[in-house]
T-cell receptor, first 113, second 116 residues
């Protein structure tokens, strides 16, 4: 069985500040890990993914995440927040390609001017 | 990226009625999934739509309430039956194994359902 923990439901940062969204996972097999973003009234868009290989992965819009097996973590970061980053962010885990996803409860990111 | 057309995008329905949601993908995919996102909540998997066989339902979801069809490798439908206000949610279609994919899932825009 797999699970994802995203602590907290809301993060607020100032424009230009560091964004850090935490994600911890549990998986009985080597995981595939994903971050998705959901803008209001829209579907989910993939930000980045870790499948195998390099543990630091870069995604769209300046986001990146690092897979740390020892910490069972896959935290999402962005050096400088932009107003357009305000959205809901979901961390998800699967057991491999073509497998169903298990989502965390999501975190709402607000960006203050 | 995959092009996934989900219809309708939103609907307001009377309790006791049924609504069928359609999901059309621009090319063949290996797996199709249906998720529910209740207001302010995360996504919960309802079922896996299997081509040529019955869908596989997750715990807490049953075929009588959420019948699913998948007649081919690019199309699926989810029906929400005998609706109640508790069924008010966003329903999302998701696919994996798309030609444009390298392990990730793609999502439709969702169907926002309100039951009154």
């Amino acid at each position: 069985a797999q699970s994802v923990t995203q602590l907290g439901s809301h993060v607020s940062v100032s424009e230009g500040a560091l964004v850090l969204l935490r994600c911890n996972y549990s998986s009985s097999v080597p995981p595939y890990l994903f971050w998705y973003v959901q803008y209001p009234n829209q579907g989910l868009q993939l930000l980045l993914k870790y499948t195998t290989g390099a543990t630091l992965v870069k995604g769209i819009n300046g986001f990146e995440a690092e897979f740390k097996k020892s910490e069972t973590s896959f935290h999402l970061t962005k050096p400088s927040a932009h107003m357009s980053d305000a959205a809901e962010y979901f961390c998800a885990v699967s057991t491999g390609a073509n497998s169903k996803l298990t989502f965390g409860k999501g975190i709402t990111l607000s960006v203050r001017p | 990226s995959a092009v996934i057309s989900q219809k309708p995008s939103r609907d307001i329905c009377q309790r006791g009625t049924s609504l069928t949601i359609q999901c059309q993908v621009d090319s063949q995919v290996t797996m199709m999934f249906w998720y529910r996102q209740q207001p302010g909540q995360s996504l919960t998997l309802i079922a896996t739509a299997n081509q040529g066989s019955e869908a596989t339902y997750e715990s807490g979801f049953v075929i009588d309430k959420f019948p699913i069809s998948r007649p081919n490798l690019t199309f699926s439908t989810l029906t929400v039956s005998n609706m109640s206000p508790e069924d008010s949610s966003i329903y999302l279609c998701s696919v994996v194994g798309h030609a444009a994919s390298s392990g990730e899932a793609f999502f439709g825009q969702g169907t926002r359902l309100t039951v009154v």
